[in-house]
């Protein structure tokens, strides 16, 4: 019994030299980045051409090659023209629509695209490779029309997935850089009647006003001096003193006109 209770009294020392046990403290889970809020579509009088990425097809590559097409190309674009909307924000439009499907990337069908996002043109990106070969095509379609406006492709036999990636997104840049004023199926911008400026119609009008009071001066002062040859070469003939009298009109008519 004495061993016994020995024992039992050497376990709770140690257990008393020892302290209550603490348990590790856990972290709050960190609260993930905040991304950026999404750029409104214009609207208003914002006259931006509104450039939607319909599809991007990634094979042989990862697919995080997509995304990273996409925002480099948001960063390259030139935002003073265009607007892009990426794929993602593209699909969500899209699902108020009743009468558009996945399937439709070109012919009149686009037309619904531009009825629920506002988009003049969709993009359609396609990039794949096996091992260091890689090709991509990047094609522009009008939602009006659903006809190509332009389309860019190449192949790289020796290259990465970057080199890829960067090449595909300055042929879309220059794609974009390209698309014309007026596309097929767009009203022509009708312009103001053809008129004169303002300051041509008044300097118009002060050329012939001058070269009238030019006209009646010259003519006046011709027709005086014949009237008052007439006048002396006649014995005086009253004929001429009223010849010379009319041409002395015009002559004063024509001084005034200048003057004025």
């Known amino acids: 019994m004495k061993a016994a209770a020995l024992v ?4 709770m020392s140690t257990t008393a030299l020892a302290g209550p046990k603490t348990s590790a403290k856990k972290e709050p889970p960190k609260a993930a980045p905040a991304e950026p809020p999404s750029k409104p579509f214009p609207s208003g009088t914002d006259h931006r051409r509104i450039i939607g990425v319909l599809d991007v097809r990634i094979d042989g590559a990862p697919a995080e090659v997509g995304a990273q097409f996409q925002r480099d190309l948001e960063a390259q674009v030139d935002n003073e023209h265009y607007f892009l909307a990426s794929r993602m924000r593209v699909h969500d439009r899209m699902t108020n629509s009743t009468k558009w499907t996945e399937g439709c990337v070109i012919g009149n069908c686009l037309r619904e695209v531009k009825t629920q996002t506002g988009a003049d043109i969709v993009l359609l990106a396609a990039l794949n490779g096996s091992g260091t070969s ?3 095509v990047i094609t522009l379609v009008g939602t009006n029309t659903g006809v190509v406006i332009s389309q ?4 790289c036999d020796v290259c990465t ?3 890829a990636l960067n090449a595909a997104t300055a042929a879309t840049i220059k794609l974009l850089a390209n698309i014309p004023e007026v596309l097929e199926g767009e009203a022509k911008p ?3 009647p053809p008129t004169q400026p303002l300051e041509e119609k008044i300097a118009s009008m002060h050329h ?3 070269v009238l009071g030019a006209t009646l001066a010259i003519s006046g002062a011709a027709i005086a001096i014949a009237g008052a040859a007439f006048y002396f070469s006649q014995n005086h003939d009253k004929t001429g003193l009223a010849i010379a009298a009319g041409g002395g009109g015009l002559l004063v008519g024509g001084v005034i006109t200048l003057a004025f």
């Open 161 to 163: 997935v970057s080199e």
């Open 208 to 210: 012939s006003h001058n």
């Open 8 to 11: 039992a009294l050497a376990a």
């Open 190 to 192: 009708v312009g103001p």
């Open 152 to 155: 860019e492709s190449a192949r």
């Open 134 to 136: 890689f090709g991509w």
